[in-house]
């Protein structure tokens, strides 16, 4: 489980540049496996080293010149067996279900407005993830790995979902009801 499988992953749909590969990652991987952009360059270097991936020749001098990787046939056995191992999934760790638990010894003072705040977020995380997917799924868009994709998609919904049902319970427990939806 780590960075450089989620690289693998984006390099294989796309070789690209670190800049284009951190890029992509604020886009789509990062919804879920996020990294920083000194992270994912240092992971380039070490994933050329290990000869899973390679910069692409390029007819430009060397110098100011962005890199493009490549996966290696070496690096996509490397994604596939991992693809295929065995994970158990990993216990939540989350500061804000902690504080929920502290404010049950210590109360709930400003826990309500942190409570209003992590759920306007969510909702906003749902309402682009809708629209990612109204964009990017149409139901003509029917394709093996489309439908892996969306997949993946919908369960950061259901999460969002998840999250906004949740903190709308939490937010009537600590003292109020939850605030309406911000719109735009």
Known sequence: MSLPHA???ALLEK???GLEL???FDRSIGYFWSATH???YRELGKLEEAGLIRALPSAQPARGRRKEYEVLPAGRA???GWVGRSEDPKPVRDALLL???AAAVVGT???EAELGRHLDLHRRQLAEYEDIERRHFPPERDAAEDRLRHVVLRGGIELERF???WLTEALAEVGGPPPAPRRG
Do not use: A, D, K, N
């Open 15 to 17: 070789p690209s540049s």
């Open 38 to 40: 000194q992270q994912i």
């Open 99 to 101: 504080r929920m638990r």
């Open 109 to 111: 003072e400003g826990l």
């Open 163 to 165: 999250w906004i049902g």
């Open 7 to 9: 690289i693998l992953t």
């Open 22 to 24: 951190t890029r992509r």
């Open 78 to 80: 490397e994604l596939t």
